[in-house]
């Protein structure tokens, strides 16, 4: 399929179902929209850093965790009309922290990267936990308030669906940006960035940096979505979630993780209905998709299109 | 004046002594040569030249600047770039972003994360003219996997010329070519030096193209340079008959 138009129709299907949900009456439909915007808002920033710049972070719940930390706590201890300068905190918070994780863990490379991001997001649980004057440990923190005019399910998934919006704009300039192009370079070949003249590690720093921000953008949505926190969104099944749901979606692709996330939110609230074994399912279905389609739902889609599109146009690139 | 002066470099890996004390001076604008048996440290010496590993000792100076034991980075945009023995490619992306990105570093472009690929009429413009000079315009569209392997060597020259160099490297260009391309590289180096007027270094094998097109050949065995002249001067060496051109040959 033409790249154009594959963007377009993507946009287009994004917009219409999320943007339509705000006329469905269903509380519990709306909810689970609401997940999903938030935590395809995760997936799609952790793609930039998996997807395009080749960096599998093991412990990017980290950033999850604290900006939904940042946001509820503030909000818990001020009230609800601080929890939208909270939110605004959560992305500067975030950038200071990613700048000195970064810093540390992108001199290392491949699995050893990997393990060090795992490392500091367990840190950060264990913190959590065991803090308990200051985070409420394992009780996590609930009834975090919010102003009067997000309150009730539709309010806030208005308010969420905007925000997640505006971000995925923003990502999306990044994904096709030079900077972007260069992401991408860097997955393939760092040695030959290296001899176009560019230092490869601020390249790295400056991804890490942007992806961590607005994973802890959507971490703070989630803190106001039940008004629900607990330290389980700092932990590795966190991270290793998310890796799952973009794999699944198609990694390749910058829609691909939120599709991924809408299939596990979806199957886990279908499948989870009767029987509390959702995850068996969704593990059949990994396997499937890892051995049958590596390159996710968008990249079994584009073979599809493709046997449906013209023949004998070797210009034509997914 | 010379472009690239390199005195008494020296490089052991262990106990391999692949670079011995090494001097010579490289005018400006010349097309040479680096000839010698596998082994013979000419990689070794390019990437000393490049940066990508520093001499034990010695000095290199480029533009009359001690480059020693400089970054990458640091000399690329100073102007010493270098094609690669195995062609160094974005091989996902297509002609276009390969030679495009360069562009993008060229420009000092590469930091903006919001622009739009094609906001750059400059960038575009370099991409085109590059692309039209090396006979690429046609598979502009085409991924860099789905070239020949002839084109990938031309590509991987086209990223490096985007960066406009001063002093261009080039490692067997015409490593595992057919006989046909070996023809076209050839001309294209000749091609290229005479348009961009540019001192350009290779290392290669194929004695034809050496003897035909390189103003002087430097020859290395074993680390050493046993050799400098032109074609006639090289052929008559004595000491490079017997370490490298063997006597058959002549």
Redesign the interface.
């Known amino acids: 399929m033409n790249h154009r138009l594959e963007t377009t129709a993507l946009w287009s299907a994004y917009v219409l179902l999320f943007g339509g949900m705000i006329f469905v009456k269903n509380e519990h439909a709306i909810h689970i929209a609401a997940q999903i915007v938030i935590l395809g808002l995760f997936a799609i920033s952790f793609n930039i850093l998996f997807g395009n710049t080749g960096l599998l972070s093991f412990g990017q719940a980290l950033f999850y965790g604290l900006g939904a930390y940042v946001t509820g706590m503030i909000a818990k201890k001020f009230g609800g009309d601080h929890f939208l300068w909270a939110l605004l905190l959560v992305p500067l918070v975030a950038m200071a922290v990613a700048l000195v994780l970064g810093a540390l863990s992108l001199r290392l490379s491949d699995v050893y990267f990997t393990m060090l991001t795992l490392a500091f997001a367990q840190l950060v649980w264990g913190i959590t936990i065991k803090w308990y004057d200051f985070t409420s440990g394992d009780d996590g923190i609930q009834a975090i308030p919010k102003p009067e005019f997000l309150a009730g399910g539709l309010h806030y998934y208005v308010f969420a669906f905007l925000v997640v919006t505006v971000c995925l704009y923003?990502l999306w300039?990044?994904h096709?940006?030079?900077?972007?192009?260069?992401l991408?370079?860097i997955r393939?070949?760092p040695?030959?960035?290296?001899?176009?003249?560019?230092?490869v590690f601020r390249?790295k720093l400056?991804a890490y940096v942007?992806s961590s921000c607005f994973t802890a953008i959507a971490g703070g949505l989630y803190a106001g979505l039940d008004g629900s926190i607990h330290p389980d969104m700092f932990v590795w099944t966190m991270s290793g979630g998310i890796i799952l749901m973009t794999i699944l979606g198609g990694m390749r692709s910058f829609f691909g993780p939120i599709i991924g996330v809408a299939v596990f939110v979806l199957l886990e609230d279908v499948v989870g209905r009767s029987t509390q074994y959702w995850s068996f399912f969704i593990g059949a279905i990994m396997i499937v998709v890892v051995m049958l389609f590596p390159k996710g739902i968008v990249g079994v889609s584009r073979q599809f299109a493709g046997l449906f599109a013209k023949k004998g146009d070797?210009?034509?690139?997914s | 004046m010379s472009i690239l002066e390199l005195t008494n470099v020296n490089k052991h890996f262990g106990g391999l002594h692949v670079s011995k004390r090494i001097s010579m001076a490289i005018p400006e604008g010349e097309l040479s040569a680096i000839i010698g048996p596998n082994g013979a440290g000419k990689t070794t010496l390019f990437n000393q030249v490049?940066g990508y590993i520093t001499p034990d000792s010695g000095s290199i100076h480029f533009n009359g600047v001690d480059v020693t034991g400089m970054k990458?980075?640091?000399l690329?945009?100073m102007g010493v770039?270098?094609a690669?023995q195995v062609a160094?490619?974005?091989?996902?992306?297509?002609v276009y972003?390969n030679i495009?990105?360069?562009a993008?570093?060229?420009h000092g472009?590469?930091?903006?994360?919001?622009?739009?690929?094609d906001s750059?009429q400059e960038?575009d413009e370099q991409c085109q003219s590059i692309m039209t000079k090396l006979g690429l315009r046609n598979k502009a569209?085409?991924?860099a996997f789905e070239l020949s392997h002839g084109d990938q060597k031309v590509l991987d020259i086209a990223?490096a010329l985007t960066?406009q160099p001063k002093l261009l490297l080039l490692d067997e260009p015409t490593a595992g070519m057919s006989p046909d391309e070996r023809v076209n590289m050839t001309q294209l180096i000749k091609a290229i030096h005479r348009e961009f007027k540019l001192t350009t270094v290779f290392v290669e094998h194929d004695m034809d193209m050496v003897f035909g097109i390189a103003d002087v050949i430097r020859v290395l065995v074993q680390g050493e340079l046993i050799a400098e002249g032109n074609a006639e001067e090289i052929q008559k060496n004595l000491a490079v008959i017997d370490a490298y051109l063997g006597h058959e040959v002549l």
Do not use: C
């Open positions: 923003l300039r990044l096709r940006s030079p900077f972007g192009t260069i991408k370079g393939q070949n040695t030959r960035v290296n001899f176009l003249g560019l230092n390249h400056l942007i070797p210009l034509e690139h | 490049t990458p980075e640091r690329v945009k770039v270098r690669f160094s490619l974005f091989y996902d992306e297509t972003d495009f990105m360069a993008v570093a060229f472009k590469n930091w903006n994360v919001l622009a739009s690929k750059y960038v569209k085409l991924k990223i960066m």
